[in-house]
């Protein structure tokens, strides 16, 4: 089943005194919207009065409950109408919706669909709450804060966009969004999914000193911009931990492990700055079982890696799928056609290649031919499941501003971020986004210096006495090389009380 984008027209919010407090439109459908009226949309419906009035009446009895009509609204020439079904439940001062073009055929999932949308969306949090503030005030403000955003958190890549292509600007129009209903700065972040099953990588499946780094770094962004602007900043960190897991070589039990052990040391750090979600907190959370059998029940998945299931992760993936892929040929075709598609499944291929070579699955196969065979479809696989996955996170945080650990153009509506702060870093490190990523914790290990600075590196160039150890992108530098064997000192790996690795760190020598 193709996933119903198309379908999708808006999401809104109408009050009852009939300010439209929020829409967020799909990029083929341009709702003409009136600042007031009534709260069903009066200056877009062309059905007949008495329908509208009976739709209305229906939305009053049974809310809060989601009610279901049909309506015919006008196209963006003022003139064409289009057939809708609307999804509308009644909020306390207004009435929120997703509006469908006719489903037809995928009425069963637009119907699983539309709760999803209404249920998790954040538009409700900060869209309905009035401000005092003044334009001007508001405008120096959003300046400000995108100043320090922009020097503090956007990465940019070899191909950035932030300043020639409105990128910039469309970030700063998001930021402003914020700052005139004075909310903190909702940003929404796919990531954390689970250590690198590559040994050579990483210290062990569980978060260390890494993603301590990463949560201090957002903290660090935080107090930056709560000195301009009080709100400050909130983060939804969305897992894509179960997404990939059964892709990537890791276990769904040890990916909830790791998403639970890391939530826990986020709060610790900072209660409250993270909101930390998994794949199935959106998509199966309060839904019934039959439901949710009679969504996935013609969906099957590959799993051409051997990693250990579970049933709620592999019932979440299906789900995904279901409610937000894109159709296979599609994608194949768009590889064929499109450079940026093609470079993107090269990219998830070539990577695995690298991340999979000491899994048992790649390991034992009898050539690179072979092994190149297997992560190509592995990366496609990838490809199709980073599509739904952008696709429900784009629909599920409609506000929020949209960042991501890979290297993007930063025109929008994503932008590549630097996931661990300038600050706390001795030395900027490149090299890993020539073979997809931005450096990240669950790739990396930690190497605190003697000055108290950081680097993140590859373990088994760090356990390399004469650090001769190489992978793809691990090519040390002479300035790290001298960084690291510092005259005097020694490297040793630092544990958690309950003995788990945590980092490297350069002690000196008696």
């Known amino acids: 089943m193709a996933y119903p984008k198309d379908k999708i027209a808006f999401l809104y919010i109408h009050r009852e005194s009939g300010e439209i407090a929020f829409i967020s439109q799909s990029a083929s459908r341009r709702v003409p919207v009136a600042q007031k009226g009534d709260f069903t949309f009066q200056s877009v419906v062309a059905s007949k009065a008495q329908d509208l009035e009976a739709a209305k009446q229906a939305s ?14 006008l196209g963006a020439d003022q003139s064409s109408t289009w057939a809708a079904t609307i999804y509308e439940r009644f909020l306390g001062n207004g009435f929120e919706g997703v509006v469908f073009v006719d489903p037809g055929t995928l009425e069963r999932e637009i119907d699983y ?18 401000t005092s503030t003044a334009d001007q005030e508001v405008d120096e403000i959003t300046a400000r804060a995108l100043e320090i955003i922009e020097k503090n958190f956007i990465h940019f890549a070899s191909n950035d966009q932030w300043f020639t292509s409105g990128g910039k600007q469309r970030f700063g129009e998001r930021v402003r969004y914020h700052v005139a209903r004075n909310v903190p700065l909702e940003f929404i972040l796919p990531a954390f999914p689970v250590k690198s099953c590559n040994p050579d990588k990483t210290l062990g499946k569980f978060p260390d000193k890494a993603e301590e780094l990463a949560i201090r770094s957002m903290k660090i962004i935080a107090d930056l911009v709560k000195e301009v602007y009080p709100p400050g900043v909130h983060y939804n960190i969305v897992s894509d931990g179960h997404v990939f897991s059964d892709l990537v070589g890791a276990d769904d039990a040890t990916v909830d492990s790791y998403g639970r052990m890391f939530r826990e040391m986020a709060h610790d750090l900072h209660p409250g700055l993270i909101n930390f979600f998994r794949l199935d907190d959106f998509l199966l959370d309060n839904q019934d079982e039959d439901s949710i059998a009679a969504l996935i029940s013609n969906t099957v998945l590959e799993h051409p890696i051997e990693t250990k299931l579970t049933s709620s992760a592999e019932t979440a993936r299906r789900a995904l799928l279901c409610l937000f892929g894109n159709d296979e040929s599609s994608v194949r075709k768009d590889i064929q056609e499109s450079v940026e598609t093609r470079n993107l499944h090269h990219g998830f291929s070539r990577f695995m290649l690298e991340d999979l070579q000491e899994h048992k699955s790649c390991k034992g196969l009898p050539s690179l031919a072979a092994k190149e065979e297997l992560c190509s479809k592995v990366g496609f696989l990838m490809l199709l499941r980073n599509r739904a996955y952008s696709a429900m996170v784009e629909w599920l945080f409609p506000l929020a501003l949209r960042v991501s650990i890979h290297p993007h153009p930063n025109r929008g509506p994503k932008y590549g971020i630097n996931v661990i702060h300038t600050s706390l870093l001795a030395a900027q490190r490149s090299s890993e986004e020539k073979n997809f990523h931005i450096p990240t914790p669950w790739h990396n290990a930690v190497v605190e210096l003697a000055d108290g600075k950081f680097m993140l590196l590859h373990s088994k160039v760090i356990r390399s006495g004469e650090l001769s150890g190489k992978l793809a ?6 300035n790290e090389q001298l960084l690291l064997k510092r005259d005097g000192y020694t490297i040793e790996l630092v544990r958690f009380p309950d003995g788990r690795p945590s980092h490297y760190k350069q002690i000196k020598a008696c």
């Open 473 to 478: 992108c691990e090519e040390l530098g002479s």
């Open 60 to 73: 009053r009895t049974i809310a809060p409950a989601i009610n279901k009509y049909t309506i015919t609204l």
């Open 113 to 130: 669909l539309a709760p999803l949308l209404l249920d998790n969306s954040a538009m409700t949090r900060s869209c309905l709450l009035d």
